[in-house]
């Protein structure tokens, strides 16, 4: 089954060379070369859960990059990043709001029934599938850390 959304990345794609958009151009193809890296080594087609895996992951390492860089006083880079974060996140489900987030985090807990933080993890997994794309794993993590402590 051919991924939704990366048709729709190769639609953007063509839209953005048309329109001669060469930063555009640039991170759409980033974001196809790192599919297609996938597809080879894993042999296999990507479907759009695994497009949004990849995408937040990409989106992930951005945020990261972003701190590093301003706080090593390189805001010409930093920019760089931010322009290629926006881009990503077109393709990313909008955002889940705090309240949704506590309400899944809630719900996770309970039908897991973790009551400790050895079983953090039990919780994590229900959570995941549901907020792919739509929220900060390590936001996540902290709010389920802090019901449970």
Do not use: C, H, W, Y
């Not at 079983?119 to 929220?135: N, W």
């Amino acid at each position: 089954m051919a991924s939704a959304l990366k048709t729709r990345i190769n639609d953007e794609l063509k839209t953005a060379m048309r329109a001669k958009d060469k930063a555009r151009v640039a991170v759409l193809r980033l974001i196809n070369s790192e599919f297609k890296r996938i597809e080879v080594d894993e042999r296999i087609e990507l479907d759009d859960a695994r497009v949004l895996v990849v995408l937040d992951k990409m989106l992930k390492q951005r945020r990261d990059s972003i701190t590093q860089f301003e706080a090593a006083g390189r805001d010409d880079l930093a920019d760089k990043e931010k322009s290629e974060s926006t881009v990503i996140q077109e393709f990313l489900p909008a955002p889940l709001s705090d309240a949704e987030l506590d309400q899944i985090v809630d719900k996770a807990i309970a039908d897991s029934g973790a009551s400790s933080m050895r079983e953090m993890g039990q919780a994590m997994a229900l959570i995941k599938p549901q907020v792919q794309g739509r929220a900060d794993m390590g936001d996540v993590s902290k709010r389920i850390k802090a019901r449970l402590a």
